[in-house]
C-alpha cells in the first residue's frame, strides 16, 4: 500500500485495514485504527505504522474510542513463512514472555541480533517492543474484566515488575492501571462492567473476551465443522444452530484452560452477509476459565487460530472469485473460514485416526483415545472431563482400546513419538515445509495426512489436496478442475472449504473428503480404503 490508498482507508473509515496497520496522528499524539469514528485527521497530519508496537515507540498513546490494540490480527502472518512471519506467530502464542528474545532465536534458527535486525525494518519493533504491546493490552483486558487485585494483573500479563507494568500502561494509554479499572467500572466498556466490579477471589465467569475479525463470518460453516467433530470428554457444542455454544479444554503452558465461544446468528456482531456493505468487521464471544491467568495470551492466540480469526475474507473472496466457476460457490458463502487448531500434536493424531474412516467414527475413536489417555480435569466442568493426551504418553502406549488396525497404531505411536522428542515441529512459527517433509518421511503417513496438518495445524492458508475425493467431487459440480488451482494462491485452502461444500450440497452431513491415496499404510504399500478427515 501507498500511503495515499492508506488515507484513503482512513478517510473511508474501511475496517477491512484494521491490524493491517496503524496511523498515529502527530497533532494529538494519540494512535488509531483505520475505521477509528474519530474526525478524519489532517493528511499532513498522519503517519503510518506497520504495528501497534511500532506506533508506541514512536511516542503514540492508543486510542480510547477504537482501541487500536484489540484489531484483528495482519493476515500477512499467516500467509508468510519467512522468518518475520514465524517469528510473529511465536511471539503472539507468547514465546518472548516465556523464553525471552534469545529463545525465540533458538527456536527460528537465527541468532538474536538477526530477529531484531529483521523484525524492526519490517514492523518498526523488535520482538521486546511486539512482546511489551501485547503485554500491555493482556494487562488492559483484565484490568477491565476481572477483579484481580492490579498487582497479580502485572504478573499475570508477563510483566517483570510492578513498576514496569504501571510505566507500561501510563505510556501506551495515558492511564494509570486503577484509572483505567475505574473507567470500566462507570459503565465505559458496557458487557464488562460487572466484571470489573467483583470482589477479590476466582474471576467470575472466567475472563470475557470479544475476539475481533475482520469482514463477514460465516459463523454456521466454522460451528458446524467444529461441532461434527467435537471429541466427547474434550469438546462439546451446546445450543441450536445459531445460537450454539463451543467448548473445548486447554492445554497450556503455565496450566490448564476451558474455552467457551458464542455462535452469532448470520448478520449479527456487526457483520454482513454481502461482502463490502455497512460495518466490515465484529467479534466472537469468548470465555477463558483459566487455571493460571499468565496463559491468557496464550490461550487467546490458540482460540483465533482455532477460528481463524486473522484471515482477510476480502482478499480471499476477490481472488477466488476471480474464477468464473467459483464465483457463485464464493458469493453464496462471504466470509468462510478455514479453522485452524488448538494444538498442534492433537490435530495431528486426530488426521492419523481420521484415516479410512468416517468423521463419525474417527469422533468415536477420539473419545476413547481422550479417555484412555488423557489428563482429568480436577473437576469435570459440564462435558468436558479431559485434556487431550500428551505426546509422549501416546508414543509408549498400547492403544488397544481403540480397536485400529496394528498398522494405525503403529503410525499414531510413531507420530506421537516424532512430535515429543522434536523430529516433527508443529508448534507456533514452525517451519511449514519442514514439517511436512517430516510428516510423510513416517510410515503411513502419506500426502494428504500431511497436507491437513499443514493446513490446519499449521495455519498453512495455501494448502490445496486435490486427490481428496470431496475436492474432487465439488470441482466437478462446480464446473472447474484441479488444472487451475494454482491461480488461487495464496488462498487455496479456502478454497477447498468451499469445494466440500458444494460435494455436500451444504448439509449438516457433509461429507468432509477422501484420499484413496492415503492407505499406504502396510509393509508391501498397499493402498487400502479411502480415508476421511479427521
Keep these: 500500500m501507498t500511503d495515499e490508498s492508506r488515507y484513503e482507508a482512513v478517510r473511508s473509515r474501511d475496517a477491512r485495514f484494521d491490524g493491517v496497520f496503524f496511523l498515529g496522528v502527530r497533532t494529538t499524539g494519540i494512535y488509531c485504527r483505520p475505521s477509528c469514528p474519530a474526525v478524519t485527521p489532517k493528511r499532513e497530519n498522519v503517519r ?20 487500536p490494540d484489540a484489531s484483528p490480527g495482519s493476515p500477512e502472518w499467516n500467509v508468510r513463512a519467512d522468518l518475520v512471519g514465524r517469528a510473529m506467530r511465536m ?3 507468547g514465546v518472548v514472555d516465556r523464553e ?13 541480533r538477526q530477529v531484531q535486525r529483521q523484525l524492526t525494518a519490517e514492523l518498526g519493533a523488535g520482538p521486546v517492543a511486539l512482546a511489551r504491546a501485547q503485554r500491555a493490552h493482556t494487562a488492559r483486558v483484565l484490568l477491565q474484566t476481572t477483579p484481580l487485585p492490579v498487582t497479580e494483573v502485572a504478573f499475570a500479563a508477563g510483566f517483570a515488575s510492578v513498576r514496569q507494568f504501571n510505566e507500561t500502561m501510563r505510556e ?5 492501571p486503577s ?3 475505574e473507567a470500566a467500572a462507570r459503565g465505559g466498556h458496557g458487557r464488562l462492567t460487572r466484571h470489573a466490579r467483583g470482589a477479590d477471589g476466582p474471576v467470575p465467569g472466567g475472563v470475557p473476551l470479544r475476539l475481533a475479525h475482520r469482514g463477514p463470518y460465516a459463523y454456521g460453516q466454522v460451528f458446524g465443522f467444529l461441532q461434527r467433530r467435537a471429541i466427547p470428554g474434550m469438546e462439546e457444542v451446546t445450543g441450536e444452530p445459531g445460537a450454539r455454544t463451543y467448548r473445548r479444554t486447554l492445554r497450556l503452558p503455565y496450566g490448564s484452560g476451558i474455552a467457551e465461544v458464542d455462535e452469532l446468528p448470520a448478520g449479527a456482531g456487526g457483520t454482513n452477509r454481502a461482502l463490502g456493505t455497512e460495518r466490515s468487521g465484529g467479534w466472537l464471544d469468548c470465555r477463558l476459565h483459566l487455571t493460571d491467568l499468565r496463559d491468557l495470551t496464550t490461550a487467546v492466540q490458540r482460540v483465533r ?3 481463524d480469526l486473522d484471515a482477510d475474507p476480502y482478499a480471499v473472496s476477490e481472488r477466488l472469485a476471480a474464477d468464473e466457476a467459483l464465483r457463485p460457490v464464493v458469493q453464496a458463502e462471504p466470509g468462510l473460514r478455514s479453522p485452524g487448531a488448538a494444538d498442534p500434536h492433537e490435530l495431528a493424531v486426530r488426521a492419523v ?3 479410512q474412516i468416517t468423521v463419525a467414527a474417527a469422533r468415536t475413536l477420539a473419545g476413547r483415545l481422550v ?8 473437576v469435570p466442568d459440564g462435558g468436558l472431563t479431559h485434556l487431550f493426551p500428551e505426546a509422549g504418553a501416546l508414543a509408549s502406549a498400547p492403544l488397544g482400546e481403540l480397536g485400529m488396525p496394528d498398522s494405525r497404531r503403529a503410525t499414531l505411536r510413531a507420530v506421537a513419538e516424532a512430535v515429543a522428542d522434536g523430529t516433527v515441529a508443529l508448534g507456533p512459527g514452525a517451519d511449514r515445509d519442514e514439517a511436512e517433509r517430516a510428516l510423510l518421511a513416517l510410515r503411513g503417513v502419506g500426502p494428504w495426512t500431511a497436507g491437513y496438518v499443514r493446513m490446519r495445524a499449521l495455519g498453512d492458508p495455501d494448502v490445496f489436496l486435490g486427490a481428496d475425493v470431496g475436492v474432487r467431487h465439488g470441482l466437478a459440480r462446480s464446473g472447474t478442475d484441479a488444472g487451475r488451482s494454482e491461480s488461487w494462491r495464496p488462498w487455496r485452502s479456502y478454497a477447498l472449504h468451499h469445494l466440500w461444500r458444494v460435494a455436500s450440497d451444504g448439509g449438516p452431513e457433509a461429507r468432509d473428503g477422501r484420499d484413496g491415496r492415503e492407505g499406504r499404510v502396510g509393509r508391501e504399500g498397499r493402498v487400502g480404503r479411502e480415508s476421511r478427515k479427521a
Design 305 to 307: 487460530q482455532l477460528f
Design 91 to 93: 511471539i503472539a502464542d
Design 172 to 176: 501506551i494509554y495515558a492511564r494509570t
Design 179 to 181: 484509572a483505567l479499572r
Design 353 to 355: 485416526l481420521g484415516q
Design 48 to 67: 503510518y505504522y506497520p504495528s501497534a508496537a511500532a506506533a508506541q515507540r514512536a511516542g503514540f498513546r492508543a486510542c480510547r474510542r477504537c482501541r
Design 100 to 112: 525471552g528474545v534469545e529463545g525465540l532465536a533458538a527456536r527460528l534458527g537465527y541468532s538474536a
Design 371 to 378: 479417555a484412555a489417555y488423557g489428563k482429568p480435569l480436577a
